[in-house]
């Protein structure tokens, strides 16, 4: 799976729990829900990806990738 498509579908999770008064539960919850529903290998793209350019995340996405990155 190519990097636009997870960070397509990793901006749509992030917009989805972006509801929530704290953006910090909503960067967890994205992260869990990528924990728990996303291949190891497209978790390790996705964090790759914002490594390396990153920009076309949006602000939950970031942090959600940033929280993956600390486990």
């Given at each position: 799976?190519?990097s636009?498509?997870?960070v397509?579908m990793v901006?749509?999770?992030?917009?989805?729990?972006a509801s929530?008064?704290?953006?910090?539960?909503?960067?967890a919850?994205?992260?869990?829900?990528?924990?728990?529903?996303w291949?190891p290998p497209?978790?390790?793209?996705?964090?790759?990806?914002a490594?390396?350019?990153?920009?076309?995340l949006v602000?939950?996405a970031?942090r959600a990738?940033?929280?993956?990155?600390?486990?």
């Amino acid at each position: 799976m190519n990097s636009e498509h997870l960070v397509k579908m990793v901006n749509q999770i992030a917009d989805f729990f972006a509801s929530y008064p704290d953006q910090e539960a909503a960067a967890a919850e994205t992260a869990t829900h990528l924990r728990k529903f996303w291949a190891p290998p497209m978790r390790e793209r996705l964090i790759a990806h914002a490594q390396d350019a990153g920009a076309d995340l949006v602000p939950v996405a970031k942090r959600a990738v940033e929280l993956l990155r600390a486990v």
